[in-house]
C-alpha cells in the first residue's frame, strides 16, 4: 500500500512541477517580450530650461492662490485673525489644565470670564476698567523689551 502511495504522489508532484515549468517559461517569454519593444524616448529633457520654468510657474501659480484664497476668508470673516472691532482680548490665565480665565473688552466694559470645554461663565462685570497696555506696545509681555532689560543686566555684570 505504501508504494501505490508514494508512487501516486511522485506523478503527481512530476505533473506538478511540468505545469509551474510552462507558466513560468511564459511568464518569461513575456517579460522579454515587453522589454525588447520599442519604447518610444521622450521627446523632452525633464531638467531642461523650459520644463523647469513651467514648473516653477505652476507653483508660483498654486502659491499665489493659496495666498488669495487666505486673503478672501480673511476679509470675508472666515477666517479669524487680528481683533477688527469694539470686542477684544486683554489677557488669559491658565487655572488648570483645560479651564482659562480671560479679560475681554466689549466697547467701553471689561468682563473677566471663566472658559472650560462647552462653558464659558461671566465671572464678574468690571465697574472701572483695568489700565492695560496696547499689543504691540511696551510692557510685561513684549518680548523685545524683556530682551533688552536682560542684556542690560548682563552687561552690568
Do not use: C
Given at each position: 500500500?505504501?508504494?501505490?502511495?508514494?508512487?501516486?504522489?511522485?506523478?503527481?508532484?512530476?505533473?506538478?512541477?511540468?505545469?509551474?515549468?510552462?507558466?513560468?517559461?511564459?511568464?518569461?517569454?513575456?517579460?522579454?517580450?515587453?522589454?525588447?519593444?520599442?519604447?518610444?524616448?521622450?521627446?523632452?529633457?525633464?531638467?531642461?530650461?523650459?520644463?523647469?520654468?513651467?514648473?516653477?510657474?505652476?507653483?508660483?501659480?498654486?502659491?499665489?492662490?493659496?495666498?488669495?484664497?487666505?486673503w478672501l476668508m480673511r476679509r470675508m470673516g472666515g477666517?479669524?485673525?487680528?481683533?477688527?472691532?469694539?470686542?477684544?482680548?486683554?489677557?488669559?490665565?491658565?487655572?488648570?489644565?483645560?479651564?482659562?480665565?480671560?479679560?475681554?473688552?466689549?466697547?467701553?466694559?471689561?468682563l473677566l470670564l471663566g472658559v472650560a470645554p462647552g462653558?464659558?461663565?461671566?465671572?464678574?462685570?468690571?465697574?472701572?476698567?483695568?489700565?492695560?497696555?496696547?499689543?504691540?506696545?511696551?510692557?510685561?509681555?513684549?518680548?523685545?523689551?524683556?530682551?533688552?532689560?536682560?542684556?542690560?543686566?548682563?552687561?552690568?555684570?
Amino acid at each position: 500500500m505504501r508504494d501505490g502511495y508514494a508512487g501516486s504522489f511522485l506523478r503527481g508532484s512530476a505533473g506538478l512541477g511540468s505545469v509551474l515549468l510552462a507558466v513560468y517559461g511564459g511568464v518569461v517569454r513575456a517579460a522579454e517580450t515587453a522589454t525588447n519593444s520599442n519604447v518610444p524616448a521622450l521627446g523632452v529633457e525633464p531638467l531642461a530650461g523650459g520644463s523647469l520654468a513651467k514648473m516653477g510657474l505652476g507653483l508660483f501659480a498654486v502659491v499665489f492662490l493659496i495666498v488669495g484664497m487666505a486673503w478672501l476668508m480673511r476679509r470675508m470673516g472666515g477666517m479669524p485673525g487680528t481683533a477688527t472691532g469694539s470686542l477684544r482680548v486683554l489677557g488669559g490665565l491658565s487655572m488648570g489644565t483645560r479651564e482659562r480665565v480671560v479679560l475681554i473688552q466689549v466697547g467701553e466694559t471689561q468682563l473677566l470670564l471663566g472658559v472650560a470645554p462647552g462653558r464659558v461663565q461671566t465671572l464678574h462685570v468690571l465697574d472701572q476698567p483695568i489700565a492695560t497696555t496696547e499689543p504691540g506696545k511696551s510692557g510685561k509681555n513684549n518680548f523685545a523689551a524683556s530682551l533688552a532689560a536682560a542684556l542690560q543686566r548682563r552687561n552690568k555684570s
